[in-house]
């Protein structure tokens, strides 16, 4: 089996965009026309003529993203996750019901875009089992396809991976974490460390996984949002100003692979947890708050547009965002915060998405700001991680109890809601150990659902 590995950034940029990079130079300038085609037409419907453009990611070029703590707080307080948009405070969890619907709203219109009525049912075939063997750990292997009933558009077709394995002695159903994953180029040459995959302590633990592919189902590109899950419901047109954006459609596809995982008597439903890197980790924050049969989550180094403060002038910002490159994660309405908006317009931010979490328990993982770079923002996260915590304590659970930044290698797990910084970079590896500690609880006791 392939050994766990640490990328650098510039690695993870790399392999992030192998498949790509494999295509043809033509077609790698037809998806990036038409992207800018479609980001040009969501402007045009804003208004808006001109956005600021973003920092870079370099460290070395004149415009490099800031990484002085002190110029990164230019705002003096946050939107306040307890209090309704009329300034009412939030006195109990009846009333936390309530905001919870306020700002599910704000960050539909505002953020990742409003879910569809109309989306197709998925259908699952398995079109592979087997025995197999990760490590020492012998495992039932199923490889499934969701197939998207297209009848209403059937110029377009709609398909969604998923990988699964559970013990194959197992005497009973068993609990499962479920990564958003990439599917790496064949032959490529990957660094390797010592140690077990994520997989194989996942299964060590007497747990199943499960891996779905988000691309199989909705591209990650601007080029992509007339195809995809996102374009069969729109049946071919652009999206209006408040649709989904990808983040939210790869989400939607994670509560269907949790409509087929109820069906197999394998696993334990209602101990299924959702996690993510990266993009993937902004996926996994998203899929669990639609999600409220999710019931633990880990989002690894998700930075700007997941777990990181809008407003922090820090890293990637929402510039990036709104970018040609990463605009189509977002709702169309969120463009114009880099245009005649700014984050501090924002009626939300978040911390108050990581709350919609509550009180389901989140493990909180960034690398080592001087191994993955300060892009990331850890302290963002962090402090994304504090702000939310008077939630939790709302719903009878804990938060983060400091406003101290820990650093690397210093976890602070004792709670609900929990941080930890590793010393390597952009990927969650040597946080995995950690994660199942964490989750280990949970997963023998009966776990809080969102009503």
């Known amino acids: 089996m392939r050994k766990p590995f640490v990328l650098s950034f510039s690695l993870f940029l790399f392999f992030n965009l192998s498949t790509f990079a494999q295509l043809s130079q033509q077609s790698r300038d037809s998806i990036a026309k038409l992207s800018q085609a479609d980001h040009r037409l969501m402007m045009e419907k804003l208004g808006l003529v001109s956005l600021r453009p973003g920092p870079s990611g370099n460290p070395a070029a004149p415009n490099a993203a800031n990484s002085d703590e002190s110029k990164a707080t230019p705002y003096s307080s946050l939107p306040d996750p307890l209090a309704f948009d009329d300034g009412s405070p939030v006195k109990n969890e009846k009333d936390w019901g309530k905001r919870r619907e306020e700002l599910k709203a704000h960050f539909a219109r505002e953020i990742y875009g409003r879910m569809p009525e109309n989306i197709p049912n998925v259908t699952w075939e398995i079109i592979e089992e087997k025995d197999s063997l990760f490590g020492d750990v012998k495992a039932r292997f199923k490889k499934l396809i969701g197939h998207v009933d297209n009848s209403s558009y059937p110029d377009l077709e709609v398909n969604l991976e998923l990988l699964m394995a559970t013990p194959l002695e197992a005497k009973s159903a068993v609990p499962l974490i479920m990564q958003f994953s990439w599917i790496w180029p064949v032959g490529m040459n990957l660094p390797k460390s010592e140690?077990?995959?994520?997989?194989?302590?996942?299964?060590?633990?007497?747990?199943?996984?499960?891996?779905?592919?988000?691309?199989s189902f909705q591209a990650d590109n601007g080029a992509g949002l007339r195809a995809g899950i996102i374009g069969l419901v729109n049946r071919g047109e652009p999206r209006k100003l408040d649709d989904w954006g990808t983040l939210r459609a790869w989400g939607w596809g994670a509560s269907r692979a949790l409509d087929y995982l109820e069906t197999d008597p394998l696993v334990d439903a209602k101990k299924v947890g959702i996690e993510g890197l990266s993009r993937y980790g902004?996926?996994?924050?998203?899929a669990m708050v639609d999600e409220p049969r999710f019931a633990i989550g880990f989002f690894a180094s998700s930075g700007a547009g997941g777990t990181k403060i809008f407003r922090r002038i820090y890293g990637e910002q929402v510039e990036n965002l709104a970018s040609t490159g990463e605009y189509h994660w977002f709702t169309p309405n969120f463009i114009k915060y880099a245009g005649a908006l700014t984050p501090m317009d924002m009626p939300i931010d978040a911390h108050e998405?990581?709350?919609?979490?509550?009180?389901?328990?989140?493990?909180?993982?960034?690398?080592d700001p001087e191994v993955e770079g300060h892009w990331i923002d850890a302290v963002g996260m962090f402090k994304t991680s504090v702000e939310a915590s008077p939630v939790y304590e709302l719903l009878g659970k804990k938060g983060i109890s400091t406003e101290i930044y820990p650093g690397t290698n210093v976890g602070l797990l004792e709670g609900d809601l929990v941080f930890r910084q590793h010393d390597g970079g952009h990927t969650e590896g040597s946080n995995w150990r950690y994660f199942i500690e964490f989750a280990k609880p949970y997963f023998n006791q009966k776990i809080d659902i969102i009503p």
Do not use: D, H
């Open 195 to 215: 140690g077990p995959t994520w997989q194989e302590q996942i299964l060590n633990e007497g747990w199943g996984f499960a891996m779905i592919i988000p691309t």
């Open 282 to 286: 902004k996926a996994a924050l998203v």
């Open 353 to 367: 998405m990581l709350a919609l979490c509550a009180p389901r328990p989140v493990f909180i993982s960034s690398g």
